[in-house]
């Protein structure tokens, strides 16, 4: 890739090393809406949500399901966006149309009454209409950003990033769990609609805003193009790769095991252990707070030791992290602090909160190390294919984790085991998972990327095994 000086933009003229810089400021500014956007809607809010109307284990498993096989769609936006002048453009539209749907989601939290059985469908049609939608726009993104961003410092910058955007974010959560606990029914202590439809409008108003701000950075011209091949040859080029395959297969191995906890790891919590709202958004803050002190660092981790050896070590560590939630109990814990007073808090905050800053720290870390490892294994011309077919890839095999996840956890609803833990917790579908996601990052996932390192100077891929190859 071309330094920052030599870049050119997608109508030809030149773009400067400041016209870069000033860009790259722009585009965190932006993602830090998204950010907030993504804190006030998915995962902890959307998950709580469908806990809060009684959805199942298999309806919360499948509405994460449908919107992981949405990213399918970044196959065909990627080939799209081949044939047309501006990724940008692209983007912004179909950016639009993903976040001015959350509007419709808040409409549909406020239909929420008793025996609404259409009310599950409708939110998992919209969410999945949105991410169709967001998709598209991801991919086009994902490509534009990797010719932008310089490839010298490329880790440094894309953990600034991560930083930045984190810390953006948690306002976002603090006003979700502020938000759904203050609008309860009286006398019943129940979130009411108003809580989540705030949370799910105040989100919106923020990802088009995020989408917005995009309009001002550069577009570099993409890498070049190969329009007389055809669609099959396209999809398959990157295929042929062996260090790609063997990506794909270990990212998504991690993709499905952490699906299932990202998934159900608050709906665990909240359904089983005396929390509210705001402690559950306070775990998820320190989660964010662990994003941000390792993004500190890990760009420079990124270029001084390379995302491979990076990404396997923290596929090692990341089961780590989840030990806390096996001694975790319904008890509350009080102590004193030197200016707010005496406080009480659910022991499962109390023990979780540390582990959820460590557990943030390495699980987020993922994201920056796959986006240096698919610079590495893809080609400049045929990038954005790459891109759209790698994040497809590893997110349908996300979307199975999520309905496995589901299947698990109504099963131990309708068969309890008559097993409980040294702190009389009783064994759940969650320890089932965690120890699940253990096995499948140590024995599978590590195993996969180390196969697939892509070989020294001098050395051709068909000198030493390969186990897709």
Avoid at 45 to 53: K, R
Avoid at 348 to 369: E, H, K, R
Avoid at 391 to 401: D, K, M, Q
Wanted: with cysteine.
């Amino acid at each position: 890739m071309p330094e920052p000086a030599a870049l050119i933009d997608v109508h030809g003229r030149k773009i400067t090393h400041a016209q870069v810089q000033q860009s790259l400021r722009v585009t965190v500014l932006a993602s830090s809406f998204g950010t907030i956007w993504m804190a006030m809607t998915l995962t902890m809010p959307l998950n709580l949500f469908m806990e809060a109307i009684g959805a199942s284990g298999v309806v919360i498993g499948l509405l994460t399901t449908v919107r992981m096989f949405a990213a399918g769609m970044q196959v065909p936006a990627a080939l799209i966006s081949e044939k047309i002048g501006s990724r940008k453009r692209f983007m912004v539209v179909s950016g639009i149309v993903h976040r001015m749907l959350w509007f419709a989601v808040a409409g549909l939290a406020l239909c929420w009454k008793p025996g609404a059985w259409w009310l599950a469908p409708a939110i998992i049609a919209t969410v999945g209409l949105s991410d169709l939608a967001g998709n598209v726009a991801s991919v086009t993104w994902l490509s534009w950003m990797t010719d932008l961003v310089p490839a010298r410092t490329g880790g440094a910058f894309w953990g600034r990033r991560q930083t930045i955007v984190t810390i953006a974010g948690l306002g976002g959560m603090a006003l979700a769990g502020w938000l759904m606990d203050t609008f309860q029914y009286p006398h019943t202590g129940k979130t009411s609609p108003l809580g989540f439809a705030l949370v799910f409008a105040i989100a919106a108003a923020c990802g088009v805003t995020d989408i917005a701000l995009h309009i001002v950075p550069r577009e570099p011209m993409p890498g070049a193009r190969a329009p007389h091949r055809s669609v099959w040859h396209r999809l398959a080029a990157p295929l042929q790769n062996g260090a790609f395959r063997l990506l794909i297969a270990s990212m998504g191995a991690w993709t499905f095991g952490s699906t299932i906890i990202v998934t159900f790891s608050y709906v665990y919590l909240k359904r089983y252990f005396p929390v509210t709202y705001s402690d559950v958004s306070a775990l998820a803050i320190a989660n964010s707070l662990g994003t941000a002190a390792v993004g500190v660092f890990i760009g420079s981790m990124l270029d001084r030791i390379g995302p491979r050896k990076l990404t396997a070590l923290l596929l090692a560590f990341a089961p780590l992290t989840l030990v806390a939630w096996f001694f975790v109990d319904t008890t509350f814990v009080t102590f004193r602090l030197p200016v707010i007073g005496q406080c009480t808090i659910a022991q499962a905050i109390f023990l979780l909160a540390p582990a959820m800053f460590l557990n943030g720290g390495v699980f987020n870390s993922m994201f920056a190390c796959q986006m240096r490892l698919i610079a590495q294994v893809s080609s400049v011309s045929g990038r954005t294919v790459s891109m759209g077919l790698y994040w497809a890839s590893v997110n349908t095999l996300g979307a199975l984790g999520a309905l496995s996840g589901g299947c698990l956890m109504d099963w131990f609803t309708a068969h309890p085991v008559p097993c409980t833990l040294r702190n009389g917790t009783a064994f759940s579908f969650f320890h089932v998972i965690i120890v699940l996601f253990t096995l499948l990052l140590w024995m599978l996932a590590i195993p996969l990327l180390w196969w697939g390192r892509v070989p020294p100077p001098g050395v051709t891929p068909a000198s030493r095994p390969m186990l897709f190859a």
